[in-house]
């Protein structure tokens, strides 16, 4: 297979955790025969610095040309005073509206080898498997009026009926090839968006009478996602509910550095990144948790490319090399020997190319 892949490392540890996933993703494309194109731009504070945009039309065209996008993360305290539409975090808004990118996948798994690492005792945090389906195109991140005023400031939340319907029917198909089980979260008690939302939810259950479908309000599910975590199969939200429970999520995993995501609408293309963000406090050290990444690139190679066999061999060996412990230093423990980024990040591709010469 031949395909083309833009790659938008970004800002903070971005470049580090991507020059990480560009690795093995190498590795598995010369062992399974694939060749990847990979074409470089800029996004976020580094397209600032470069182009005085956080996202130029020379990165649009490059993604428009390509079959996929891998991204690291954007933003940093350099830019943090900056006009709102001159902010990195714009870049990331911006790409994802602008690809129409309205579905986010974040699954969150307990990795046995990693519980250790985890704040939750071992029996809340083992057998977790869960999805969370975050819509990623709408909500108080893009509705109008956004301003500040005289004496304050406006967001507006905004939701259409075919918004919430597309994401909705989407975690609904994920459901059924799952567990079977969907967790609508909203704030039904109070906000209008979150009434639709339900009632949207509530008409469409009965396209899928073999999905059970509960729904939850947001505050509550914060508490159960951390006291029951395995109750939960797929979770489907809105944009801002979706951001920060999947970060609430990560510490089940025991770090944010191991959550990946992929960002789709519904055909082949799509644009993946790690959950987490450009971690500027520990940027350029070389120690950042390269595995997000790297698990993107598999949800990269699945969703994007049907390349499933591929993308179980990176999972394999992340787990692999977790599961003969080695860890970075956001999972190691005490007496663990701290690995580098690179180090990590060889540790895999070992894993991989081993096991291709042992075939
Ligand atoms: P963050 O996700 O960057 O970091 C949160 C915490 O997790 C920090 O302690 C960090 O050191 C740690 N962490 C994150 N990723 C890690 C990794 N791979 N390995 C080891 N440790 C890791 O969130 P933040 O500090 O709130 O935000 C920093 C900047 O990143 C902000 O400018 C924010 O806007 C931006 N951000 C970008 C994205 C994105 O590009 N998708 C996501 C979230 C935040
Ligand atoms: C994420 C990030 C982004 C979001 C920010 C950086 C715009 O937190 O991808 O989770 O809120 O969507
Ligand atoms: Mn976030």
Redesign the pocket.
């Known amino acids: 297979m031949e395909k083309k892949i833009t790659v938008l490392p970004?800002?903070?540890?971005?470049p580090e955790?991507i020059a990480s996933a560009v690795e093995v993703l190498q590795v598995v494309g010369k062992r399974f025969n694939h060749t990847f194109h990979l074409a470089y731009g800029a996004i976020?504070g580094a397209a600032i610095d470069q182009y005085n945009n956080p996202l130029p039309d020379e990165t649009i065209s490059l993604c428009e040309q390509s079959d996929a996008v891998l991204?690291?993360?954007?933003?940093?305290?350099k830019w943090?005073q900056n006009t709102p539409e001159l902010r990195?975090?714009k870049g990331?808004l911006r790409i994802r509206k602008h690809f129409d990118l309205f579905a986010n996948l974040r699954p969150v798994m307990a990795i046995p080898s990693l519980l250790g690492a985890s704040p939750l005792k071992k029996e809340v945090a083992e057998n977790v498997d869960l999805m969370i389906v975050r819509e990623l195109t709408g909500g108080v991140y893009f509705g109008e009026p956004r301003m500040r005023t005289d004496d304050g400031a406006i967001d507006t939340t905004v939701y259409s009926r075919k918004e919430v319907e597309r994401i909705v029917e989407n975690a609904f198909h994920l459901a059924r090839l799952r567990k079977g089980r969907l967790c609508s979260v909203d704030k039904a008690n109070v906000l209008e968006t979150s009434r639709l939302w339900r009632e949207v939810v509530e008409e469409m259950k009965k396209r899928f009478p073999d999905v059970q479908v509960e729904h939850h309000l947001v505050d509550s599910v914060a508490m159960k996602l951390i006291t029951n975590p395995s109750h939960f199969d797929v979770v489907v939200t809105e944009n801002m509910f979706g951001d920060i429970l999947s970060?609430e999520a990560s510490v089940i995993t025991g770090?944010?550095?191991v959550l990946p995501s992929a960002s789709i609408r519904g055909d082949n293309f799509g644009l993946y990144?790690?959950?987490?963000?450009?971690?500027?406090?520990?940027a350029g050290q070389g120690?950042?948790?390269?595995?997000?990444?790297i698990l993107s690139v598999a949800m990269l190679l699945k969703y994007s490319f049907g390349l499933k066999e591929e993308a179980a061999e990176i999972e394999r060996a992340v787990n692999a090399v977790f599961e003969d412990g080695y860890f970075?230093?956001?999972l190691a423990r005490d007496g663990d020997r701290v690995l580098t980024t690179s180090e990590w990040t060889n540790k895999v591709i070992n894993e991989i190319d081993t096991s291709f010469v042992s075939e």
């Open positions: 970004g800002d903070g540890i971005g955790v976020g991204l690291g993360a954007v933003g940093g305290p943090d990195p975090e990331l970060d770090s944010l550095g990144e790690p959950v987490h963000g450009s971690a500027p406090e520990i120690v950042a948790n390269p595995a997000a990444t970075t230093a956001d």
